[in-house]
Nanobody
Framework: VQLQASGGGLVQAGGSLRLSCAASGRDAYRTPMGWFRQAPGKEREFVASISGNGVGTSYADSVKGRFTISRVNVKNTVYLQMNNLKPEETAVYYC??????????????WGQGTLVTVSS
């Protein structure tokens, strides 16, 4: 599986962005996927995860109610809709595949990351 993340950019605090992660290659169809982020000088942290059929979703407490993870399996694409963004959420956002949940060690494949910058 290969992953291509996109959709990052500069947004003002309170604004919204939608990230996309397209999966390709063998075993890409219906693989569980997740989003993580890493801010400068900080460790990578879990953001959200979605099961292969899209029924199961999981979120970090800090993003519940503001972020939504979804997928369109015919496109092998997972989305992360981010609303009411905060400056402290400035980070490189990574998508990952092969696992459903918050444990980064469970994911087999990682995308290249897309930078989200939230200005105050």
């Amino acid at each position: 599986v290969q992953l291509q993340a996109s959709g990052g950019g500069l947004v003002q605090a309170g604004g919204s962005l939608r990230l996309s992660c397209a999966a390709s290659g063998r075993d890409a169809y219906r693989t569980p996927m997740g989003w993580f982020r890493q801010a400068p000088g900080k460790e990578r942290e879990f953001v959200a995860s979605i099961s292969g059929n899209g029924v199961g979703t999981s979120y970090a407490d800090s993003v519940k109610g503001r972020f939504t993870i979804s997928r369109v399996n015919v496109k092998n694409t997972v989305y992360l809709q981010m609303n009411n963004l905060k400056p402290e959420e400035t980070a490189v956002y990574y998508c990952a595949a092969g696992y459903y949940g918050s444990n980064s060690d469970g994911y087999r494949v990682w995308g290249q990351g897309t930078l989200v910058t939230v200005s105050s």
